[in-house]
């Protein structure tokens, strides 16, 4: 073993800021996660939104990304924007079902949100793509986002191109229809608050369709 490598296996994290009790959370796991995002806002974490997105697609071989959740709410799910026609486009086509991942590190914090993936409204995505900056907007249509390419000059000549067309046109850009939101829609959540020697706080809710009941257990770290 190298120097390095030991030193990864040096590292180590006493947690020891907050605990998490089945008896304390809220009923309700999407108010559960509202108050913890809260509690990331209010520390000042650089992008309390991040998630990272699990998908797979047919023959069930895994993918993850980091994506940044725009909106979530009991109706509407976990809501992220994307290229349809991306990786993750084409495996959520293939297979919906998805899994996504919040770390907390200041605050010693994980969530984990299995579900269902699917598209969202168009109107929803035309009112989003219109909110973005003028450059992001021209950057979804101009990245054929997951394909190989020849080189950053290639896209970064189409980006100019069509910046200079919109300029001329006086014209502000239409979604473009390989680009919009999908929504996940959870059945089970996990909240982790790290605690000292291991012994982590580990609180899960499993969605029970038939009844409309989230279920509170707690689990072995």
């Known amino acids: 073993m190298n120097k390095n490598d030991q030193q990864l ?14 008896t304390a959370v809220q009923s309700s796991p999407f108010e559960q996660f509202r108050q913890w995002l809260n509690a990331t806002i209010e520390a ?19 993918s993850i990304r980091t994506v940044l959740l725009k909106d979530f709410g009991v ?20 297979n919906p079902h998805g899994s996504l991942l919040f770390y907390w590190d200041k605050l010693h914090r994980q969530v984990r949100i299995e579900g269902t993936l699917q598209k969202i409204a168009p109107e929803v ?25 020849e080189s950053r000059e290639l896209l970064e000549t189409r980006m100019a191109h ?6 001329q046109q006086k014209q502000q850009p239409q979604r473009p229809e390989h680009w919009g939101g999908y929504s996940l829609h959870p059945h089970y959540f996990e909240f982790w608050q790290g605690r000292t020697n291991r012994l982590h706080d580990r609180i899960a ?3 029970e369709a038939t009844t409309g009941i989230w279920h509170i257990e707690r689990l072995a770290p």
């Open 125 to 149: 995505s035309d009112s989003y793509f219109s909110s973005r900056p003028l450059g992001s907007q021209i950057g979804a249509i101009a990245s054929p986002q997951s394909e190989v390419i």
């Open 162 to 167: 069509l910046s200079e067309q919109y300029e």
């Open 205 to 207: 809710y499993q969605y």
């Open 75 to 94: 109706e509407q799910g976990f809501v992220f924007f994307t290229n349809y026609q991306s990786r993750k486009g084409r495996e959520i086509a293939q």
């Open 44 to 62: 000042n974490f650089y992008e309390p939104n991040a998630m990272i997105l699990a998908t797979a697609n047919s023959q069930a071989i895994p």
């Open 9 to 22: 296996a040096d590292f180590r994290q006493n947690y020891d800021l907050y605990s998490l009790s089945e």
